[in-house]
């Protein structure tokens, strides 16, 4: 039997501030944790299971300055 924890807050503005402060005491790869955690579970979701889902994508934008 898995376990889950709640929290109750007077308005979305305080869960907002409480989330800001429990992600601010991880260290960043806890949080690079959390994030893959996340995103693994929304690829099952959408049910796009491959070798693809299991990495952050690198992502290249070259962008043409103007000169002004």
Same mark, same amino acid.
């Given at each position: 039997?898995?376990?889950?924890? !709640?929290?109750?807050?007077?308005?979305?503005?305080?869960?907002?501030?409480?989330? =800001?402060?429990?992600?601010?005491?991880?260290?960043?790869?806890?949080?690079?944790?959390?994030?893959?955690?996340? =995103? %693994?579970?929304?690829?099952?979701? #959408?049910? %796009?299971?491959? !070798? !693809?889902? +299991?990495?952050?994508? =690198? +992502?290249? #934008?070259?962008? $043409? $300055?103007?000169?002004?």
């Amino acid at each position: 039997m898995k376990k889950f924890w !709640a929290k109750i807050f007077r308005s979305f503005k305080d869960a907002e501030n409480a989330d =800001r402060k429990d992600y601010a005491r991880m260290s960043p790869s806890e949080r690079l944790d959390v994030v893959q955690f996340l =995103r %693994e579970n929304f690829l099952k979701i #959408k049910g %796009e299971q491959h !070798a !693809a889902g +299991t990495r952050l994508r =690198r +992502t290249i #934008k070259i962008i $043409q $300055q103007t000169q002004s």
